[in-house]
């Protein structure tokens, strides 16, 4: 069975995924859509600690529990379903690239509803912590790369310039309808990367198996 890989970029209550694969050397597009993370499009709960900011502090807690417990639980049922899709077309979905914003750490709950910067970071790291989780729930490696150095560790790892790798996953998109926007680029870059790192990915762990 042929191997693949899915790339998330994600945004307050949603995420850009692309699965790909390597045919003679070259990749290719086998998945993508725009998964929801929340159970309501709306500002409640895309920003959820920006909601939890005007409640009490009981009240915070448990609404920005309950929309975590709801990402990761559609977050893991959407890469299931990709799971299980592409198997059926004879591949596996063996490994994930996650892209990171700035990667600096959180404090504690009540110091970051103190703080609006930490807020904004809080509400992205929640969606992307439950991707993580359902990915690895799913038995996947998961490579975490931060955004900014993404084309970069592209270029290093296939041996090419970071305008050269621009411009592959450009075309790639290309024989594929609208969307294929930086999201889509960008996840299916990670995806790519992530294929290449095989056993080397970082941050890895294998624990079981969606079905």
Not at 65 to 81: E, N, P
Not at 114 to 133: N, P
Not at 156 to 167: D, M, Y
């Amino acid at each position: 069975m042929k191997q693949a890989a899915v790339g998330f970029r994600v945004h307050s209550g949603w995420s850009a995924v692309v699965a790909v694969c390597v045919e003679d050397g070259a990749p290719a597009v086998l998945h993508r859509e725009r998964v929801p993370l929340v159970e309501k499009f709306t500002y409640r709960f895309r920003q959820p600690y920006h909601t939890a900011k005007r409640m009490s502090p009981a009240e915070a807690r448990e609404f920005v529990s309950r929309v975590q417990a709801t990402a990761r639980d559609m977050a893991y049922g959407a890469i299931g379903k990709l799971g299980l899709d592409l198997e059926q077309r004879g591949y596996k979905l063996s490994s994930g690239a996650l892209l990171l914003a700035s990667g600096r750490p959180l404090p504690e709950f009540e110091k970051i509803l103190a703080s609006h910067a930490m807020i904004h970071t809080a509400d992205g790291e929640l969606f992307r912590e439950a991707l993580t989780r359902a990915s690895v729930r799913c038995g996947l490696q998961v490579l975490s790369v931060k955004e900014k150095e993404l084309t970069g560790e592209a270029a290093h790892s296939f041996g090419l310039t970071e305008v050269a790798v621009l411009k592959r996953i450009t075309e790639l998109g290309r024989p594929l309808r609208a969307p294929w926007a930086q999201d889509e680029k960008y996840a299916a870059l990670g995806a790519w990367l992530a294929l290449s790192a095989g056993s080397g990915c970082r941050k890895r762990t294998q624990t079981g198996k969606c079905g």
